[in-house]
């Protein structure tokens, strides 16, 4: 049986994620196992999930996911690059290929793409068009056409991170199998495509009362109708809190502050009274909007730059099916799994809780108490597909 791993965020769930999925089973044969690495509370962009994570690792698992584990909330929070990174390690103990989308799908563009990024010319060259004023992606994509490299590959959201994904195979000699698949459709696009919506747009129709059923499953339609919703807006005082009080020594730890970044963020903290307003007195052309999206959350979650450097001691079981609990089995020994609910010894643990419980700040309809992840059980499902619905279990194998 082979097993092919997926890092995603399911933000929401939709068609696409469906068509993935489909598209794995075909390539491999119905009797293949997916294993879903999923982002848990807040996802890359530097946001709060809009659905909670047991909801979204549910409808993975009702759409034929056969085990869903959570991407620890530190490579969530990571650049494209430790994002990737992160999601490689776990999964290369686990599968025997990595499925994601491109724009493009050629497999050997992608890896020389990552070869030359790992190349030790191509720090140097990259330093050189840094110094330029460049934004750090127009410098790394001016670096690899000085190197003779495809730095188009660097241009379209799913490309950038496929190459991210190669380059950690390679940098860990890992063995996992490059499964890409051509992604069709607009990545940032607020209005939905209706056969190849994004997760933006799909997203930007749940928040705004709009049309959005016919763009997810029909199987997980009535798990998203009246679940509570997450949004940025609804913690914006609470984030805003954190950053008035923190101290100096506290914005010079926080990770992506490098170059005086951090201080530049202190100072606006300090003198605008908006997030947006902090954030565009912030903004730089050397910077990306993104990246100071994730250190303003990781201030908010009191996440510093030595916490993403640490090694994380364990993932999450989020959901399983009768394939996933066997992919569990063989697994043992491998790769440290905790089930969720299951508390353990390692700071790492409290940092995880605490930032599931500041999750509960950015629900729409009013806070969620603290306390809920311990009161979290696994989810599975005995089908590994729509056919039975998705049970609770108190243990994982």
């Known amino acids: 049986m082979k097993t092919v791993g997926i890092i995603c965020e399911y933000n929401p769930f939709h068609l696409g994620h469906k068509k993935q999925l489909d598209i794995v089973r075909s390539t491999y044969g119905e ?13 890359q962009r530097g946001m709060p999930a809009i659905f909670d994570k047991s909801l979204r690792a549910r409808a993975a698992i009702t759409c034929g996911a056969d085990l869903v584990l959570e991407l620890p909330v530190t490579s969530a929070l990571s650049s494209a690059e430790g994002f990737a990174a992160g999601g490689v390690q776990i999964l290369s103990g686990l599968c025997d290929a990595l499925c994601f989308g491109t724009e493009t799908g050629d497999v050997p563009s992608l890896m020389q793409t990552a070869r030359t990024l790992l190349s030790p010319e191509f720090s140097d060259v990259l330093h050189l068009e840094l110094e330029t004023g460049k934004s750090f992606p127009a410098a790394r994509q001016a670096a690899l056409e000085r190197m003779g490299a495809d730095a188009s590959l660097l241009t379209n959201p799913n490309d950038i991170l496929a190459v991210e994904y190669c380059k950690a195979i390679i940098a860990q000699n890992s063995s996992l199998i490059p499964l890409p698949i051509h992604r069709m459709g607009s990545y940032h696009d607020t209005a939905p495509d209706p056969r190849n919506p994004s ?19 029909e199987e997980v339609r009535g798990l998203f109708e009246n679940a509570p919703k997450f ?9 805003l809190y954190r950053l008035r009080t ?13 170059e005086g970044l951090w201080r530049r963020l202190m100072h606006a903290s300090r003198s605008h009274a908006g997030l947006e307003d902090i954030l565009t007195a912030t903004k730089s052309k050397r910077y990306t909007r ?3 999206d994730r250190m303003v959350m990781c201030a908010f979650l009191g996440i510093t730059a030595q916490d993403l450097e640490t ?3 364990y993932t999450r079981i989020l959901a399983f099916s009768n394939a996933g609990r066997t992919i569990l089995k063989n697994a ?20 995880e809780q605490r930032c599931d419980d500041l999750h509960g700040l950015f629900r729409l309809e009013s806070p969620q108490c603290a306390g809920g992840e311990s009161q979290r059980r696994v989810i599975l499902s005995p089908a590994g597909s729509a056919a039975s619905p998705p049970a609770e279990q108190n243990r994982s194998e």
Request: glycine share 8%; hydrophobic share 40%.
């Open 246 to 258: 923190m101290t100096d020594e506290e914005f010079e730890a926080l990770p992506y502050g490098s």
């Open 311 to 313: 090694s994380v001691p």
């Open 332 to 351: 043992k020994g491998c790769v440290p799994l905790l089930h969720i609910g299951e508390t353990h010894e390692n700071p790492y643990w409290s940092l």
């Open 290 to 292: 993104s990246r100071l």
């Open 31 to 43: 009797d293949c196992a997916i294993v879903c690495l999923m982002s848990g509370s807040f996802v």
């Open 231 to 239: 949004d940025l807006s609804a913690g914006e005082r609470a984030m």
């Open 199 to 217: 997760a933006t747009a799909i997203r930007h129709q749940i928040l705004n009362g709009e049309s959005w059923k016919e763009f997810v499953p």
